[in-house]
């Protein structure tokens, strides 16, 4: 029986419990569920031929004996035979190939595997986050089928694409525009129609990257506005709403936003920055958002509850591990040393840990390092009697700096960016920042070389340079401006030689990318120094 027709016989504790009841266990149980699950991977895992390779030809009979014999991998462990799609080499068949981006200077996508099995536990997992978007309190939720769905995310082969085909014959929801011909359009089409239907009939739901919901309500009423005020296309109820919300934003003098029209059941973000969003996309749009997190390897994992206050993992998606952030850091200053992982039942509240899994129901990916860092804000929720861990997402690991959910860059995209633009920087390192509206930047602070040439070198020449590579070795970073109309880009000039002033003082390098915070403070404070005898 599908979730419309138990909604239609108003079976909604049935419903909950199926979907959400995951959420009344406790952490023995919890843990029971993932080390069963795992044995049944290691099972599928051990008889093919990427499993034999990663695991080196043994079969570990237990799951700590598989911890401690098999390593952690990264995408170039499996690259050869994914990017090639071998499905005979895989641990069970796949449906479909998802795609994401990765490198763009150097391999412009990554793809991954889903079989049937995972495909269920998506779609399931989908319908329990939809479930807890429209609730404010446990076992209580407003879905009820038929709701106007604005829908903000990318088609296939992204992940995202995903969401209408797996719930179109479990739940009847209308996609704004209807999936068919919202994935013939590009980006900026698919928004321009949806809101223009969804002025004319009213939007219930709504699920988008936590920038693109923030752009798209602060441009409510300039964006897509082809024929959407036309009265005469309007139910009497929009037409109604319209009018309320045009005296309030003149009272208010302000333009409308999707808030002055819409009154939202449920709203789902996700992206890197939707913990710095949430409370600009509350303001915009008039209801607190609920954040999930999934990505193109591990799958849908993670979801806030109805207290919108830390997401829970799935336990049937992955097999969780954590490397506690000081782990990660050893790793990152010495790339032979072997960081210590943790299970979901042995982390600590406060602390910050790098995502490790491995998928579960004939994924490919076996302790993998998703590369997303994740901070354990409780063990349990006695006010919710939620009984497992809870999660904030903190950002990507240090190598790579996230704009907006769109763009990954790595130090391979701003070295080939340098290299080709022909800029004579002498040495640099980069750090994700956030300006005052919470939107985050790359701040590249560069060293200009010696050359006579180089005197004439600005920050604003070499942004204006830079832009222009990144944007030619990387389309997502080109989406960037285009869609959200960021410029994801500040530099700023040190003096020649602050970077090995540094190295000469403490002993080691600097951190090309995202250096901690002090190491950030104290080469600064050399650059000024140096600054200062220039000028005198």
């Known amino acids: 029986m599908s979730i419309n027709d138990k909604l239609r016989q108003r079976k909604y504790d049935e419903i909950w419990q199926e979907y959400c009841g995951f959420l009344d266990l406790n952490l023995p149980q919890y843990m029971e569920i993932q080390n069963r699950l795992m044995m049944e991977q290691i099972d599928l895992y051990g008889n ?26 990264t995408y170039e462990d499996y690259s050869d035979l994914l990017l090639a799609k071998v499905e005979s080499a895989l641990p069970a068949k796949p449906l479909l190939w998802i795609e994401t981006t990765w490198e763009g200077c150097i391999n412009p996508v990554k793809v991954a595997p889903y079989t049937e099995n995972m495909i269920k536990s998506y779609k399931n997992n989908l319908l329990a986050i939809l479930i807890m978007s429209t609730s404010d309190r446990k076992g209580h939720f407003s879905l009820r089928g038929g709701e106007r769905f604005l829908y903000g995310m990318a088609p296939l082969p992204y992940i995202t694409g995903l969401v209408p085909h797996v719930i179109m014959d479990e739940l009847s929801v209308n996609f704004l525009p209807p999936t068919q011909l919202a994935e013939t359009m590009s980006f900026r089409e698919r928004n321009r ?43 009497p109820k929009m037409n109604y709403r319209l009018l309320k919300a045009w005296f309030r934003s003149k009272k208010e003098n302000r333009p409308i936003v999707p808030k002055d029209i819409w009154n939202l059941k449920g709203l789902i973000c996700a992206g890197t920055d939707s913990d710095h969003l949430k409370k600009k996309i509350e303001e ?65 509240p406060g602390n910050e840990y790098e995502l490790v899994l491995s998928n579960l129901k004939g994924g490919a990916f076996v302790r993998y390092r998703v590369g997303d860092i994740f901070r354990c804000v ?24 996230d704009i907006a959910g769109f763009t990954r860059i790595s130090e391979a995209t701003i070295t080939e960016a340098l290299a080709i633009s022909k800029l004579d920087i002498n040495d640099w390192f980069a750090v994700k920042e956030y300006d005052e509206l919470k939107r985050a930047y790359l701040h590249l602070y560069v060293e200009v070389g010696s050359n006579q040439r180089s005197g004439g070198l600005t920050k604003d020449l070499i942004t204006e340079h830079l832009a222009i590579y990144f944007r030619y070795i990387d389309s997502d970073y080109k989406d960037l401006k285009a869609l959200l109309g960021i410029e994801p880009l500040m530099v700023s000039i040190i003096p020649r030689g602050s970077i090995k002033q540094f190295g000469n003082i403490f002993k080691r390098d600097l951190r090309r990318m995202n250096p901690p915070k002090y190491d950030i403070t104290e080469v600064l404070k050399i650059a000024h120094g140096v600054s200062r005898k220039e000028v005198s």
């Open 193 to 235: 129609l949806g809101f223009s239907l969804g002025i004319q009939k009213g939007v219930d739901l709504f699920f988008g990257l936590s920038s693109v919901i923030v752009k798209m309500g602060e441009s409510f009423s300039t964006s897509g506005t082809e024929g959407k005020f036309k009265i005469y296309k309007n139910s």
């Open 48 to 73: 093919c031929e990427l499993g034999r390779r990663i695991m080196s030809g043994n079969k570990p009979g237990s799951v700590d004996e598989f911890r401690n014999t098999v390593p952690l991998t």
């Open 284 to 348: 915009l749009w008039g209801i607190k958002p609920l954040e999930m997190f999934g990505g193109t390897e591990p799958a849908c994992i993670g979801t806030e509850t109805w207290s919108r206050n830390g997401m829970v993992f799935f336990p049937d998606v992955g097999f969780y591990e954590f490397i506690p952030k000081v782990e990660m850091e050893k790793n990152i200053e010495d790339p032979t040393y072997v960081p210590n992982t943790y299970l979901m039942d042995e982390i600590v």
């Open 378 to 401: 409780s063990l349990a929720n006695e006010e919710d009697d939620i009984r497992i861990p809870q999660f904030k997402y903190v950002d990507r690991i240090p190598g790579i700096i």
